[in-house]
């Protein structure tokens, strides 16, 4: 059989990904609620790896919470595994796509590519990563840094969500020990390299009227909270010249700082969640905590918005006699992806007559993390309105399929060693 033609089971996808849009949907219908270490994610990582089971794949996890799935011809387990897959986790009230999409495209390639018969000469593995998202504890990226070794354990252990629940006692109810994470680093060697299917998350591709994107890198992300330390106060009786308002002081750094970012290409920021104590419309605040969400390919321009930010927070403080304090705490560097592999997505969708272009991605993903230890390349399929990370989030069935035929295609060429075209 011509590996060239190889197809993909279409119901197999669809019934797949519908059934995985049954898990975490919020009760008022709000999309997603699949947050790292909830009940519905650690459902969904259950019903992944049945699902695996029943195709007859070699089901694992690891102390991250990472599921997988290989399939081998060989009979030397030592040999590294070539990885698909994506995170099955979603940011509150988030859409079925960011991360599923990718998860289910990968069983679809990964059967496909098992019932062709083509013969191939390394596993293949199929991944669902823990945590990708990182809004519950601040800890993005956990399940594919903890493979990487690029775990800040300092950060873990603290980690803890809105409602003071630690990670490592959420981790604790799903069996998974938190002073285990830095065993998982010793599983990389099983990993050969990794590709990932996601759709795009932003407008671009809808705009130009392309199905299909090979990911040239992936941007760096840092987040960073501002601490605004002032004195609580009576709203009314409290002389002007002494309100020391942290609310203010935060409410002065976005604007200032957010006026810098948009005079900076190649530079976003999203002052994303604002925390403010004692939160009552008749107290000054005392004290403001404000995180902010900075990203750009270019790691330069990180560590010179990164110090500009510190220094708004300081200027708008210092006339309320306030004191401001900034931690960063998550901190991804920008990862370029493979350059080869890319080239092989192109040369696949050539053998698949469809049009392809190439962006750079602003979300994170799993793939900007292993691709700083391990030969990693990304699709994108075209995300409707570019609307994520929201209920509305949407991909037409026939841009899922199209990406999965790729991400088949694809994993075949590298499996089988062969330049696609
Ligand atoms: O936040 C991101 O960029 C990704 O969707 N986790
Ligand atoms: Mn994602
Ligand atoms: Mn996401």
């Known amino acids: 059989m011509d590996p060239t033609k190889i197809g993909i089971d279409q119901d197999f996808f669809l019934k797949t990904f519908a059934a995985l849009a049954e898990i975490g949907r919020d009760p008022n219908g709000q999309g997603y609620q699949r947050l790292a270490w909830s009940r519905a994610e650690r459902e969904a990582h259950r019903w992944f790896r049945n699902q695996s089971e029943q195709l007859g794949f070699e089901v694992w996890t690891d102390h991250a919470g990472n599921s997988f799935a290989d399939f081998s011809p060989l009979a030397d387990s030592e040999v ?35 019932d062709s018969g083509v013969p191939f000469k390394r596993p293949l593995r199929v991944a669902a990563f823990t945590d990708e998202e990182g809004p519950r504890f601040g800890t993005g990226l956990l399940g594919s840094k903890a493979v990487s070794g690029a775990l800040d354990m300092d950060l873990v252990r603290q980690a803890q969500d809105v ?28 990993f050969y390299g990794y590709i990932e299917l996601h759709i795009e998350q932003g407008p671009r591709l809808e705009r130009a009227g392309l199905p299909l994107a090979a990911v040239t890198a992936v941007t760096g992300i840092r987040q960073i909270r501002l601490t605004f330390q002032g004195k609580s106060n009576h709203a009314g009786t409290t002389p002007k010249e002494d309100r020391q308002n942290t609310l203010r002081a935060a409410a002065e750094t976005i604007a200032q700082f957010s006026a810098y970012v948009d005079a900076t290409d190649n530079l976003v920021a999203n002052p994303g969640r604002v925390q403010v ?19 750009s390919p270019d790691p330069q321009l990180l560590d010179q918005a990164t110090r500009k930010l510190a220094q708004l927070a ?97 994993t075949l060429a590298i499996l089988t060693e062969r330049r696609a075209e």
């Open 80 to 114: 590294p595994a070539l990885t698909i897959g994506s995170h099955l986790d979603t940011v509150p009230y988030g859409g079925a796509f960011d991360g599923g999409l990718g998860v289910v495209a990968a069983l679809t390639a990964a059967k496909a590519i098992r």
């Open 314 to 410: 300081q200027a708008a403080s210092a006339p309320f006699h306030i004191v401001s304090e900034d931690k960063i705490f998550h901190d991804v560097p920008p990862c370029p992806l493979n350059e080869k592999w890319t080239g092989i997505i192109e040369a696949s969708a050539k053998v698949l007559n469809l049009p392809i272009t190439r962006l750079v991605s602003w979300a994170g993903h799993d793939a900007g993390v292993l691709g700083r230890v391990i030969p990693s390349a990304m699709i994108f399929v075209p995300s409707r309105d570019g609307i994520s990370h929201a209920p509305e989030e949407f991909s037409s069935d026939a841009a899922m399929l199209e990406g999965t035929r790729l991400l088949t295609q694809t």
């Open 277 to 295: 104590h004692p939160n009552a419309t008749n107290v000054v605040p005392g004290e403001t905590r404000l995180d902010w969400d900075i990203r």
């Open 163 to 190: 409602d003071g629940i630690r990670l490592q006692d959420a981790m604790a109810e799903f069996g998974c020990d938190l002073e285990s994470l830095p065993l998982v680093r010793q599983t990389l060697k099983r």
